[in-house]
């Protein structure tokens, strides 16, 4: 059974940053790609960037230019850096990893609250 462990939710201010973090228990070049989805009160998961073990990224119109994912291969974790962070940024966040087979594999998810 594949893990995938995030970090480095909490609370922060608008216009902070805050990095997450997110482990997986076997090497990430096994997933075909991996992602960072979020999920707020109310509304369905998203997706929010997501990263191919080639290196290219992909991230929604909403976060373009305020997050970034990236890869660590010598630390075998992904990141989310998040900067400019809004109040409608507030959501649990999950780690994805998929292989080319289709199995899909979730974290349990780290939160992020935008507040003052």
């Known amino acids: 059974q594949v893990q995938l462990v995030e970090s480095g939710g909490g609370l922060v201010q608008p216009g902070g940053s805050l990095r997450l973090s997110c482990a997986p228990s076997?090497?990430?070049?096994?997933?075909?790609?991996m992602g960072w989805y979020r999920q707020a009160p109310g509304k369905e998961r998203e997706l929010v960037a997501d990263?191919?073990?080639?290196?290219?990224?992909n991230h929604v119109d909403s976060v373009k230019g305020r997050f970034t994912i990236s890869r660590d291969n010598a630390k075998n974790t992904v990141y989310l850096q998040m900067n400019s962070l809004k109040p409608e940024d507030t959501a649990v966040y999950y780690c994805?990893?998929?292989?080319?087979?289709?199995?899909?594999?979730w974290g349990k998810g780290t939160l992020v609250t935008v507040s003052s």
């Open positions: 994805r990893g998929s292989y080319a087979s289709g199995m899909i594999y």
């Open positions: 076997r090497n990430m070049f096994r997933f075909n790609a």
């Open positions: 990263i191919t073990s080639g290196g290219s990224t």
